[in-house]
């Protein structure tokens, strides 16, 4: 299926999630991708060109902090919309989102509805 909305690249070591992300976000319309940790995303995000990126933060290899720095240091990832999904939700793990430069945060478990209209709205979607 050709999606106008764009390609997400899915990010998240647990399977289930993973998957539970995809379905929601094909049936709005995007073309998804996933990667099983911080180090599959930078692998395959240049290749991917993804719009949107959701990235789980507590991940083996390389978490999703240290995935979303080297996003944002890289000048042709730079740009590419990343929303952190986490169980984490202090505030000082929203802080250290917004230091790096993370476009969304939301908290696990999260409403799925939650999850797709934040995605639109940085793909530069109107809501549903």
Do not use: H
């Not at 099983?36 to 902090?65: E, F, N, S, Y």
Request: glycine content about 6%; charged content about 30%; proline content about 5%.
């Amino acid at each position: 299926m050709t999606s106008s909305f764009g390609r997400v690249l899915v990010v998240d070591d647990d399977d289930v999630i993973r998957q539970l992300i995809t379905v929601n976000l094909e049936l709005e319309g995007f073309e998804v991708t996933t990667a099983v940790d911080g180090q599959d995303c930078l692998d395959k995000v240049k290749a991917v060109d993804p719009v949107v990126i959701t990235l789980d933060i507590m991940m083996p290899r390389l978490d999703g902090w240290e995935a979303a720095s080297r996003l944002r240091d890289d000048p042709e990832t730079a740009g590419v919309k990343v929303v952190l999904l986490s169980a984490r939700a202090q505030e000082a793990d929203l802080q250290r989102g917004n230091r790096i430069g993370v476009d969304a945060y939301l908290t696990k478990p999260f409403d799925p509805d939650d999850l797709i209209a934040t995605v639109r709205r940085l793909a530069g979607l109107p809501a549903a």
